[in-house]
T-cell receptor, first 111, second 115 residues
C-alpha cells in the first residue's frame, strides 16, 4: 500500500486558515486521497476526498499537487471545534476496502 | 438515519473472560468494518464484511477474535479469553459506495479495559 507522511502536530490561531500537508510520493494513478479527522473521544469522521482535481465541500478544501505526490487539506477559518487528529489516507480504487491510518497530524487551535 | 451505533460504550473485564461487542450500521449500508485503536495510534483494520460475507481479516485478528454479521445487518465482535493487550478502543464503521470513493462512517467506539 502506498504510504503517506504528515507532520506530527500543528498549531493555528482561531479564525485563521489552516493548511495541513500530506506527502504521498508513491501514489498510484488509481489511488484516491481521503482525509478523515478524529475529535477527542470520538470515532474518525470523513472530511473530504479527491483523485486529481481540487475539491471543496462544506467542511474543507483539498488541494492536490499536479503530480499528485502531495496534497493539502485547507480549513478556511479554524474554530476550536476543529481541534483534532487529521489523517491523510490513500485508497486504491478497485482494491481493498480498508482504511490504513497513520499517526496523523494533531491540530491544536489557539483561542 | 441515526448513524453507526456501538454497544456498549465501555466494557471492563477481567483477564480470561469473554466479551462481545455489537455494531449497528447505517441502514442500507452493505459494508461493515471493525478497527482497533490503542492510545496515541491511529485505528488499525481488523475485518470487513460485505453484506453477511466476511471478505477480509487482518493478521491482528487472532484465533481468539471472531466477528459475525448475520443477515447482513448488525455485527458482533467477540473476544475470547481476553488478555491485557486486548485493551483498546474497538471502532465499527459502515459504508455504501464506489470502491476508492468509499466513505466510511464510524461509530463512537467501545472502549475495552482488561484488568
Amino acid at each position: 500500500d502506498a504510504k503517506t507522511t504528515q507532520p506530527n502536530s500543528m498549531e493555528s490561531n482561531e479564525e485563521e486558515p489552516v493548511h495541513l500537508p500530506c506527502n504521498h510520493s508513491t501514489i498510484s494513478g488509481t489511488d484516491y486521497i481521503h482525509w478523515y479527522r478524529q475529535l477527542p473521544s470520538q470515532g474518525p469522521e470523513y472530511v473530504i476526498h479527491g483523485l486529481t482535481s481540487n475539491v471543496n465541500n462544506r467542511m474543507a478544501s483539498l488541494a492536490i499537487a499536479e503530480d499528485r505526490k502531495s496534497s493539502t487539506l485547507i480549513l478556511h477559518r479554524a474554530t476550536l471545534r476543529d481541534a483534532a487528529v487529521y489523517y491523510c489516507i490513500l485508497i486504491l480504487n478497485f482494491g481493498n476496502e480498508k482504511l490504513t491510518f497513520g499517526t496523523g497530524t494533531r491540530l491544536t487551535i489557539i483561542p | 438515519d441515526t448513524g453507526v451505533s456501538q454497544d456498549p460504550r465501555h466494557k471492563i473485564t477481567k483477564r480470561g473472560q469473554n466479551v462481545t461487542f455489537r455494531c449497528d450500521p447505517i441502514s442500507e449500508h452493505n459494508r461493515l468494518y471493525w478497527y482497533r485503536q490503542t492510545l496515541g495510534q491511529g485505528p488499525e483494520f481488523l475485518t470487513y464484511f460485505q453484506n453477511e460475507a466476511q471478505l477480509e481479516k487482518s493478521r491482528l485478528l487472532s484465533d481468539r477474535f471472531s466477528a459475525e454479521r448475520p443477515k447482513g445487518s448488525f455485527s458482533t465482535l467477540e473476544i475470547q479469553r481476553t488478555e491485557q493487550g486486548d485493551s483498546a478502543m474497538y471502532l465499527c464503521a459502515s459504508s455504501h459506495g464506489t470502491p476508492g470513493e468509499n466513505i466510511q462512517y464510524f461509530g463512537a467506539g467501545t472502549r475495552l479495559s482488561v484488568l
